[in-house]
């Protein structure tokens, strides 16, 4: 069979102008969702710093209650992670500045050198306190403004009270969690799997075709994948963090427990894709011919992998996506099998993703390795045409002698 030559000279040009938009293109779509996922964070800071400031100023009476809107805001920030802590640390951060400055404040009084020397105590202070690092920022920015802003005689505590009612706003505001970050975990597994199902179908398409370029073209379009998984563990952390916030949506913990146990093995079905697409690209780099059934059973592989990622969506039975799984895996002991080494690295390559998405849908590892048969023939010994009386193996799984899958 003819070599196929590497990119074409001619098409080099437009592939550089491609790779050197994408990331542009890519970093513009990316700030956009961003955008939008931080959206319910942007109006909860706000609403919050508003009440914390009409609470201080209005039924309080403090004068200047710059400090009520200022801990709101901190304290909740812009993600779930930790945010009963950073209540906390705000609060305390601003209880030792407060303190420490309005003292230090009455016996050296203000100035450049009083600010360095107030701001290394209250730092040094948060530090033996073993705080973390947003404690002991807050109590140097603390320091400063109480420094700089000398409150009136007999309202220094009010600063303090400030904080504490800003504190108070934002924990009440952090057990007002919507339901968007506790079905984003979800979604962004759906859209994982379904990066892996792309894989594969641009995968089975090169095998098919040998061509170098569509098998780059694959290649260089699934390099994208680690901002797939960069998402879904962001998603997953942040599903965690606000269901610990918030005593109000305890029963979607199973969900979300469910979605965190299967995050590893939708990433390696996602590398075992990669490794896959790479291996089409050698054999088809050095012009070896890749036997057709192993283009079907790829392209099978991705239609089961889309059924896997619409019942994440849903949140429906993986039993279908489970059963069209273990009917491929069933199918590849029964390939023409070929003496080229790419052609045996494919096939185990396509049987080590399957295992993964099998697992994707709830089984065991015991399981998804039994559900692959032994490869019993010897490279060669069935002939060109073996796949041609080939049917389909029907392994129905008992979804009660397995475990329940996240979409179960």
């Given at each position: 069979m003819e070599r196929h030559p590497p990119l074409l000279t001619e098409?080099?040009?437009?592939?550089?102008?491609?790779?050197?938009?994408?990331?542009?293109?890519?970093s513009l779509r990316a700030r956009f969702v961003r955008l939008r996922d931080k959206g319910w964070h942007v109006a909860q800071a706000a609403v919050a710093a508003g009440i914390a400031w009409w609470i201080a100023a209005?039924?309080?009476?403090?004068?200047?209650?710059?400090?009520?809107?200022?801990?709101?805001?901190?304290?909740?920030?812009?993600?779930?992670?930790?945010?009963?802590?950073?209540?906390?640390?705000?609060t305390a951060g601003v209880a030792i500045g407060v303190f420490l400055s309005d003292n230090l404040v009455h016996h050296i009084g203000t100035g450049g050198w009083q600010i360095a020397v107030i701001v290394a105590l209250s730092m040094s202070a948060a530090l033996l306190l073993d705080a973390g690092v947003l404690l002991v920022a807050?109590?140097?920015?603390?320091?400063?403004?109480?420094?700089?802003?000398?409150?009136?005689?007999?309202?220094?505590?009010?600063r303090w009270s400030d904080a504490?009612?800003?504190?108070?706003?934002?924990?009440?505001?952090?057990?007002?969690?919507?339901?968007?970050?506790?079905?984003?975990?979800?979604?962004?597994?759906?859209?994982?799997?379904?990066?892996?199902?792309?894989?594969?179908?641009?995968?089975?398409?090169?095998?098919?075709?040998?061509?170098?370029?569509?098998?780059?073209?694959?290649?260089?379009?699934?390099r994208d994948v680690e901002d797939v998984l960069r998402e879904l563990r962001d998603a997953a952390e942040e599903?965690?963090?606000?269901?610990?916030?918030?005593?109000?949506?305890?029963?979607?913990?199973?969900?979300?427990?469910?979605?965190?146990?299967?995050?590893?093995?939708i990433t390696r079905s996602l590398r075992s894709s990669m490794w896959l697409i790479r291996r089409v690209v050698v054999a088809a780099y050095h012009g070896e011919e890749i036997p057709a059934s192993y283009g079907t059973l790829i392209d099978d592989t991705a239609v089961a992998a889309a059924q896997v990622a619409d019942a994440l969506r849903h949140d429906t039975s993986m039993a279908e996506a489970r059963n069209a799984l273990a009917r491929v895996a069933a199918r590849t002991a029964r390939v023409t099998r070929t003496s080229l080494l790419s052609s045996e690295v494919i096939l185990a390559q396509l049987r080590s993703t399957i295992v993964e998405l099998l697992q994707v849908t709830g089984m065991e590892m015991d399981d998804a390795v039994g559900a692959l048969p032994v490869l019993r023939e010897r490279i060669?010994?069935?002939?060109?045409?073996?796949d041609a009386d080939d049917r389909p193996v029907v392994v129905d799984v008992d979804e009660e002698a397995r475990p329940s899958s996240p979409g179960a």
């Open positions: 098409r080099l040009p437009a592939v550089l102008l491609d790779r050197a938009l994408r990331p542009g293109r890519r209005d039924l309080l009476g403090h004068a200047m209650p710059f400090f009520a809107p200022i801990a709101a805001v901190v304290s909740l920030g812009t993600t779930y992670s930790q945010r009963l802590r950073r209540v906390a640390e705000v807050q109590a140097a920015v603390v320091s400063i403004v109480v420094t700089i802003f000398v409150a009136p005689p007999g309202h220094a505590l009010t504490v009612v800003g504190g108070a706003v934002a924990l009440v505001a952090a057990t007002v969690v919507p339901q968007a970050p506790l079905r984003r975990p979800r979604h962004k597994a759906a859209d994982a799997v379904d990066a892996v199902a792309g894989i594969l179908r641009g995968t089975a398409s090169s095998a098919r075709t040998g061509d170098i370029h569509v098998s780059a073209e694959v290649l260089d379009k699934a599903g965690r963090s606000a269901l610990r916030s918030s005593p109000f949506r305890r029963r979607h913990r199973d969900d979300l427990d469910a979605i965190a146990d299967v995050v590893v093995h060669g010994e069935r002939g060109p045409d073996a």
